[in-house]
C-alpha cells in the first residue's frame, strides 16, 4: 500500500520560492507517475506537474519554466520547487500516485487513485 505526506507549504510573498516535499513510503519500484496537484477555493483540482519511472516531466502551462519537479533515486521523496510564485499560485497542494498509463505522465486527477492530505500554499503581499 502505497502513502503519501506532503509538508513544506506557508506563506510568502509574490516573486518568493517554497519547496513542497512528499514522503512516499509503500513498494513501488517501476512503472509509475508521481504529480503534483492544486486546489483553489471554489475551483477544480488541477494538476501542476508530473514524473514518471522514466525519469521523464510534464508541465502544466500555468507554472512552465517556474516549478521544478524532481524525485530521488529510490522514491522515498517527491519534490515541488515553486518559484516565482504569484498570487495565482494560492491553494492546497497534494502529490498523486498512479500505476497506470504512467508513460503518458497524465495531468488529469481521475488518472490518480492515490493521494496525500495536502499542503497549503499561499502567496500574497
Known amino acids: 500500500q502505497i502513502r503519501l505526506v506532503e509538508s513544506g507549504g506557508g506563506s510568502v510573498q509574490p516573486g518568493g520560492s517554497l519547496r513542497l516535499s512528499c514522503e512516499v513510503t509503500?513498494?513501488?519500484?517501476?512503472?509509475?507517475?508521481m504529480a503534483w496537484f492544486r486546489q483553489a477555493p471554489g475551483k477544480e483540482r488541477e494538476g501542476v506537474a508530473a514524473i514518471n519511472s522514466d525519469g521523464n516531466t510534464r508541465y502544466a502551462d500555468s507554472v512552465k519554466d517556474r516549478f521544478t519537479i524532481s524525485q530521488d533515486t529510490g522514491l522515498t521523496t517527491l519534490w515541488l520547487q515553486m518559484d516565482s510564485l504569484k498570487p495565482e499560485d494560492t491553494a492546497m497542494y497534494y502529490c498523486?500516485?498512479?500505476?497506470?498509463?504512467?508513460?503518458?505522465?497524465?495531468?488529469?486527477?481521475?488518472?490518480?487513485?492515490?493521494w496525500g492530505q495536502g499542503t497549503q500554499v499561499t502567496c500574497s503581499s
Open positions: 498523486a500516485a498512479s500505476l497506470w498509463k504512467w508513460r503518458l505522465l497524465p495531468l488529469g486527477p481521475s488518472e490518480y487513485a492515490t
Open positions: 509503500g513498494n513501488i519500484a517501476w512503472g509509475y507517475c
